[in-house]
């Protein structure tokens, strides 16, 4: 193996970089998001909202390390895109006091340039790397030595002379945060003391969210006009934030600056975002799907093909929210509507639909949504 590290980035089919970030129910940063996010970002954990458990757990951990006077075990954050993740290893640093340095897993192209930042940090340092899963796996290798001994093998020469140099590096926090912990090794994984699973937020967390922001950029939000937003957001913090900013400007250019519940409504209708927060692809898709095939079962590829997507598109961009609620269900003998679909398009779905359903669904449904799919069914 090279001992650079400069191998292939490791072959996975990441779709984190080809995704649209640019719909405005992404849950990825675009650029616009990215400005802006750093203004509204929680700095400290008692303005972070919901996630109760991963607080509190945080909480405990970081409370004892301050006790102890040492950095706290590594923490790895995992969850959906637009969580708070990022804002969660800034706050982790900004309460040890301590100096953050950030890269992310793409970023880190030879274990040399990991080497060379790890033994750059003092004591007490918190590293966030983002995307972790992206890591190239020689600089891995290196990452899990630095956790567990705080040392990195700088390896010097090549081939036969050459020799592996231990160097010592500063105890310090690794917070690793990841859209996908089934792509790190168990290597990786097992060297993190706390492991935070974030979820999707409740609509009432969101309008919490909502509420912060709007202070924060001077909206003048009334509550049932954030209580609108929060519904379409898709239990996402960075898209309540995005569509808050779109019903501003909405409200300034329409209306006279305040949003309440009837000028969120109209905004939202003018940007295609409607109730469940599905965006245009999102129902044309549901409408190919029940129109065009009865509520299926139909293959992808063909939905793809009515609706003039990429294949991958529809997958990766329209799929995971309709099938998270519990509107489309992935069988075996291809994609179906679910009778909650049926009636978002205002349609009567079909009887037994929810029997029809059952054989396929139970096999390839996780839980809650397998749960809500089959007794919402009539
Ligand atoms: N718990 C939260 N409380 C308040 N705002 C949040 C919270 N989580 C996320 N946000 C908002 O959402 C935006 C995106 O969060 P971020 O930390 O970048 O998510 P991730 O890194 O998981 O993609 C932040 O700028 C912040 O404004
Ligand atoms: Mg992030």
Redesign the pocket.
Known sequence: MNPDGAGPARAEHDIDSRIDADALVS???DID?RE???S???RRLV?????VRVREQLELVLESARRRGSPPDHVL?S????????????IIAAELGAAIRVTSGPAIERAGDLAAMLSSLTAGDVLFI?EIHRIARPAEELLYVAMEDFRVDVVVGKGHGATAIPLEVAPFTLVG?T?RSGLLTGPLRDRFGFVAH?DF?SAT?LE??LR??ADLLGVALQADGGREIAGRSRG???I??RLLRRVRDFAEVRADGVVTHDVARAALAVYDVDELGLDRLDRSVLDALIRRFAGGPVGVSTIAVAVGEEVQTVEEVAEPFLVRAGLLARTPRGRVATAAAWEHLGLRAPAGLGVALYGDVSRTMSGRFADRTLFDTE
């Open positions: 849950p990825y940063a998001d802006v996010e750093s509204l970002r929680p303005d972070f909202v919901g996630q954050l969850g959906p895109p637009g969580l708070g993740k990022t804002s969660l290893a800034l983002d945060a859209t974030m937020y967390e919490q969210v912060r922001s996402t913090p960075r309540a934030n």
